[in-house]
């Protein structure tokens, strides 16, 4: 419990001294392997403790109310650079930045107020953001959902249902949502179950998503045999360490200028 405290403590004071941090992995098109944009994750760079994992701190900040300053502080930040990389480097015109947002932050914070005045103070063109919210966020209250979701993108900005496939949305439900985007979990796609029964969902999924015009995004990419595999049942875009892990901003600028040749955008 002293351990809890303290680091509650440490990270109300994180956010105001600077230690949040951005790191950034790219998603690519599955027939290219081009980039076609990046998800943005927020790491905490500790004056002791070094490095603190997502894992034990966004808990944290979920319960503490933390989550909603600390969530600001992630889509404001993601839009800012992804706008410098596309002011920098013509093969960042285009790219996507994603974003995950919390149950508490879509249910309590102004999130729509809060995205139109970053996009306007940023000048990113809303398309290029994308905002990845769980299936658990969608079912928590269904009128607030489709109402909130419905302003965003008359924003003009992406929604990406992440973790697709574990949580309990109707395949009813997805038609009438605004929705961009499907992120299939990693647990489909990567070890021993994405064989046979699992390969049998992805497909489906991907069957449901084209008759509704969604593009399909799969997580936890770590082989080849797993990328080939996504091939066949032509899945759109891949994100996972076999392209490359989450990076810092130098980083993933580096890798940006690596892709002069590629389609900027695509289907991002």
């Known amino acids: 419990i002293l351990e809890a405290i303290s680091l509650e403590a440490d ?37 002791v403790r070094g490095l603190v994992p997502p894992a034990q701190f966004i808990p944290l900040a979920e319960e503490t109310g933390l989550i909603l300053p600390l969530g600001r502080f992630v889509i404001s930040e993601a839009c800012r650079q992804m706008r410098i990389w596309q002011q920098q480097l013509p093969q960042a015109n285009g790219l996507s930045i994603s974003v995950n947002v ?43 959902t489709a109402r909130e979701l419905n302003r965003l993108k008359a924003l003009g900005v992406k ?22 985007h499907l992120k299939i979990d990693r647990s489909f796609i990567s070890g021993q179950g994405a064989n046979g029964e699992s390969r049998e969902i992805v497909k489906s999924i991907i069957t449901l998503a084209r008759s509704l015009g969604i593009t399909v995004i799969a ?32 980083a993933a600028g580096r890798l940006i200028r690596d892709i002069a040749d590629a389609a900027c955008g695509g289907r991002a």
Request: charged letters at 25%.
């Open 11 to 47: 990270l109300r004071q994180a956010l105001t001294r600077g230690e949040l941090l951005l790191h950034y992995q790219p998603i690519v098109g599955v027939q290219t392997e081009h980039i076609e944009g990046f998800e943005a994750l927020v790491r905490w760079n500790h004056p």
């Open 102 to 144: 919390s149950c508490r932050q879509f249910v309590k914070d102004g999130l729509v107020e809060h995205v139109a005045g970053v996009l306007a103070e940023t000048g990113l063109d809303p398309a290029c953001l994308k905002l990845e919210l769980t299936e658990s966020v969608l079912m928590h209250n269904a009128r607030h």
């Open 159 to 180: 929604i990406a249902i992440d973790d697709f496939g574990t949580g309990y949305s109707s395949l009813a439900y997805l038609r009438q949502l605004p929705i961009d």
């Open 219 to 250: 997580e936890g990419v770590e082989r080849a045999d797993e990328l080939e595999r996504l091939r066949d049942v032509d899945c759109d875009n891949a994100q996972g360490f076999m392209f490359s892990r989450p990076v810092d901003k130098e």
